[in-house]
């Protein structure tokens, strides 16, 4: 997505997209892992591992469907019959 079309061709490198979805990955786990950090601040929420967890999990959660159904449809509309999720497909 990030190298456009181009990269599906056949004869584009390999090493070149692993190297970017890699890093892509890496940047937006941090970003997405501060924004949660951020969240356990605001909320006060006690630093034993359960109650961090129960919210990581709904976070991840929420996160996904963010991202699946309505980033995804709204910023890439090829993908959009094959994440539809609430039209049962």
Known sequence: MLLGRQALDPSYSFA???VV???FNIV???L???IFVFILMVTNVPTA???VIAWGFFYGIALWLV???IIVPAVF???SPTV???DGR
């Open 84 to 86: 539809s999720v609430s």
């Open 28 to 30: 937006l786990s941090g």
């Open 32 to 34: 997405f892992g501060l």
């Open 67 to 69: 991202n699946f159904c």
């Open 77 to 79: 509309p090829q993908f």
């Open 49 to 51: 591992s359960g109650p």
């Open 16 to 18: 070149t997209a692993v």
């Open 21 to 23: 979805g890699l890093i």
